[in-house]
């Protein structure tokens, strides 16, 4: 049924919901449209939706952080990463830099890119410079750096890998005692890529309503409907309200450049934890272009310390839906886009940046 943002709200408002429907979505892009929108306002009130996991740059590891930052400042090379990561804070001391932004500050060559193709680019307009290219992305972000290693890459260029996919962080949760949330808004653009599939799992396994949404207003409140009118009728399938660009099996030469270059490993989450499978690393044919081996000694087991945020940040409790950004108590206050002190102040992505700019203020 196609219907316009408004008449999927006089839809909802329609819905006889007596109890509190709380609809988690775990994409960033979705949090931005919800909250731009103001959707969360023009809902029955019996219906939240929770940010969840929906923030690669959020969930990238302090060590892997830190890692690009030591290579940057003690290597002949010029590091590039997504303009996302660059202001993202790590715990350190105050001699050393606490963001890639302090490492360049501090006389590091540290550029950023918007796609992995300007990497190619930049390394072989450059055959004499080693270049490291620190990639944190879900699995849309890393599907093109994955292409990249299979049409072949310069000996110059390696890459810093920190790839993410993002169903098996819902798994976590719901396999956890208090998930925390009753409905799934399975992100579109994810699944574009890896096929509706994936999220079957929530509904077969666990029973949740569950639907595939894109960016927009009516996607997204097609999506909410079609969960709580599953959740009315106790009848529980995963519905695809992105049927324009999410096809059975995904993208299956995405996938295919998935499979090859990488594999699928065990992964530590900034806030949350180990999660496993659900990281990407490169596959072992591919050993010569990865960062992670070129460059040894920057790796530092000791950082990977679940739950690490700076003290007093909720980042970690966002990330998993347990806290609302303006429940945080530095959002706002010692805590503004200008001067974050987690990450999910920082990136595009992250729910407490989008809450603050689409005018979100303590309560
Ligand atoms: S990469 Fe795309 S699908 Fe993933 S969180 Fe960002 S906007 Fe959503
Ligand atoms: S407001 Fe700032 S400190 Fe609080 S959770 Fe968000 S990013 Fe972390």
Same mark, same amino acid.
């Given at each position: 049924m196609s219907l316009s943002a408004k008449e999927w709200l006089t839809q909802l408002r329609q819905l006889p919901l007596s109890d509190r429907f709380r609809i988690m979505n775990v994409c960033g892009g979705h949090e931005r449209s919800i909250t731009q929108a103001g959707l969360r306002g023009a809902l029955p009130p019996q *219906?939240? #939706? *929770?940010?969840?996991?929906?923030?690669?740059v959020c969930v990238c590891p302090e060590e892997d952080i830190y890692q690009a930052i030591q290579l940057a400042i003690n290597e002949e090379i010029t590091l590039l990463a997504f303009g996302d990561m660059l202001r993202v804070p790590v715990n350190v001391s105050k001699q050393e830099p606490r963001s890639l932004d302090q490492a360049h500050g501090a006389g590091a060559d540290i550029r950023p890119i918007a796609s992995p193709i300007e990497a190619l680019k930049l390394a072989k307009s450059e055959p004499n410079r080693a270049f490291v290219f620190f990639a944190a992305g879900f699995e849309t972000t890393t599907a093109p750096v994955a292409a990249l290693l299979v049409e072949g890459i310069p000996d110059n260029l390696s890459i810093l890998l920190s790839g993410r996919l993002t169903w098996p962080?819902?798994?976590? #949760? #719901?396999?956890?005692?208090?998930?925390?949330f009753d409905a799934l808004v399975a992100p579109g653009h994810v699944a574009t890529v890896m096929g509706p599939e994936e999220w079957q799992f929530v509904v077969d396994k666990h029973q949740l309503p569950a639907a595939i949404a894109g960016f927009t207003s009516d996607s997204l409140l097609a999506a909410t409907y079609s969960v709580c009118r599953q959740a009315l009728e106790d009848r529980r399938f995963l519905d695809n309200c992105y049927p324009e660009l999410v096809k059975p099996e995904g993208n299956l030469s995405a996938r295919a450049h998935l499979s090859t270059a990488l594999e699928v490993v065990d992964a530590n989450w900034r806030g949350i934890g180990t999660i496993p499978k659900s990281g990407f690393a490169l596959h072992a044919d591919y050993a010569k272009w990865d960062a992670r081996l070129r460059y040894p000694e920057y790796d530092e087991p000791d950082r990977k310390r679940a739950g690490k945020m700076p003290a007093g940040c909720d980042c970690a409790q966002v990330v998993l839906g347990k806290k609302y950004p303006n429940e945080c108590r530095l959002y706002g206050t010692a805590c503004v886009p200008r001067n974050p002190i987690g990450p999910c102040m920082v990136s595009d992505e992250g729910a407490c940046r989008i809450w603050w700019s689409g005018g979100v203020r303590p309560d």
């Open positions: *219906i939240e #939706l *929770i940010p969840g996991p929906g923030c690669p962080a819902v798994s976590m #949760l #719901l396999e956890s005692d208090t998930p925390g």
